[in-house]
């Protein structure tokens, strides 16, 4: 059997304001990336190590944080904010059972992915079985370079 590795989700770029990095970083390959920000590299290494494990991903990270967990606090000092793919069904034109543009009528729903950015409270108040259910794929974690500079 082969295991997959998705390297598309393992990326760091930086613009003048924030830091982005892909969400399928473990915290192990996370910590020995040279192209991540050090101070960024601290930080996960001082506070969210302790409360995580080396070969977590980012993204199982962010998904089961809870709302009154140190790290949400944290995750705010750093000004985060989370890119998400979500599962959402497309409305129909002009309402249910009505036919609309095309002749499909209401019933004839699709779904279609959307990117959404969150901040990490955001993320954090909606269950995990509510993840589950709307399809919740977390792509991105970007970062304030001012206020990282500030912890």
Known sequence: MQKTVYEDYKYSVQDTARIYVGCKYT????LEEEEILFKFRLVVQKYILPEA???DTLE???????PD??????????KAKVRVIVI?????FLG????????KTGA???KRYVTRQLTVEELASVPPGEKERQGY?????????????AL
């Open 69 to 78: 967990s140190f790290l949400v606090k944290l995750y705010r000092q750093m």
């Open 137 to 149: 794929v977390i792509q991105e974690l970007s970062v304030s370079k001012l206020a990282l500079a």
């Open 60 to 66: 199982t990270h962010l998904y089961y944080l809870t």
């Open 108 to 110: 004839e729903r699709k």
């Open 27 to 30: 915290f192990g390959e996370f």
């Open 96 to 103: 249910i059972g009505v036919k609309g543009a095309g002749g």
């Open 88 to 92: 959402e069904e497309k409305k129909p």
């Open 53 to 55: 494990d080396l070969g």
